[in-house]
């Protein structure tokens, strides 16, 4: 991928505090780990059963961290490059689009739809419509998932927002019981912007441009992520009546929607589901 660097705009930054992590000692990393895992896989939280601190939750607004790196910084820009051209494409696809920031935060953090760990992974959050995320995600989902790559942490983003959208139109309120056909749709969004843009001469308009091999990389994120995956990695076998985002290959299927036709309209995952 192609991108150039911002005014971080688009980032909301409160990784200066994190979560109290009481509760993790008595099970051992390993064991917190393993129940972020479960929890995530099978869509119980058996992180409820830790008694995290709530004096040391994160509230937005607070200042960056003392303690970062270069390459952690230069995640933060490429965050905010990506929301800011995800943004823009959507701008010209809804006239009513109203822009959006991500909220970077470590360990936890306590947002208007409750507390949630790192370990749950990156979410959007309809009542305050931020997206939240944790940069240690993009280093799980290369590592533990086995899907590296800017463009496999771009569709992430980008299917955050593709949730922003959903909200926006009213997708969201009227089918929020429908979890998996909600999620396959953000897949499909998140293609959307991708479609957009692998259009050649972007990035000598200072937008993101993708490249070669960045379409597969992307496909691979989408495979990596599916519940019948991460069940199979946390329990030993599937659940398809526990499944919350789709398969590996319904995820594929609707980004892949999405990359080529480059129309919301081909996102109609809930007449779908219906067929």
């Not at 959507?90 to 970077?104: A, M, N």
């Not at 929020?176 to 259009?199: I, K, N, T, Y």
């Not at 030993?236 to 480059?262: D, I, K």
Request: glycine share 12%; proline share 4%; hydrophobic share 40%.
């Amino acid at each position: 991928m192609r991108w150039t660097t911002g005014d971080r705009s688009n980032v909301e930054d409160v990784r200066g505090r994190g979560i109290g992590m009481a509760g993790v000692g008595s099970v051992g990393l390993g064991g917190f780990l393993l129940l972020a895992l479960l929890s995530w896989a099978t869509g119980t939280n058996f992180l409820s059963l830790l008694s995290p601190t709530s004096s040391s939750t994160t509230a937005v607004g607070e200042a960056p961290p003392a303690s970062t790196t270069p390459a952690e910084e230069r995640q933060v820009d490429f965050v905010d490059a990506v929301m800011k051209d995800v943004q823009g494409t959507w701008e010209q696809l809804l006239p009513r689009y109203q822009r959006t920031r991500v909220v970077l935060f470590r360990d936890g953090i306590n947002s208007a739809c409750g507390m949630a760990e790192s370990a749950t992974g990156p979410f959007y959050c309809p009542q305050d419509g931020r997206v939240y995320l944790d940069l240690g995600f993009f280093e799980e989902l290369s590592q533990r998932f086995g899907a590296p790559g800017d463009f496999a942490r771009a569709y992430v983003i980008a299917h955050e927002v593709g949730h922003h959208v959903q909200r926006l139109t009213g997708i969201e309120a009227r089918t929020r019981q429908e979890s998996v056909p909600l999620e396959l749709q953000a897949d499909c969004f998140a293609g959307v912007w991708g479609h957009a843009a692998a259009q050649p001469g972007r990035a000598a308009k200072g937008q993101v441009e993708l490249e070669q091999g960045d379409v597969e990389a992307g496909l691979r994120a989408a495979a990596a992520i599916g519940d019948d995956r991460l069940q199979r990695m946390a329990t030993g076998h599937v659940m398809p009546e526990r499944f919350t985002h789709g398969s590996s290959a319904q995820r594929v299927e609707w980004f892949r929607r999405g990359l080529t036709s480059g129309d919301p309209k081909a996102c109609n995952t809930f007449v779908s589901a219906t067929n």
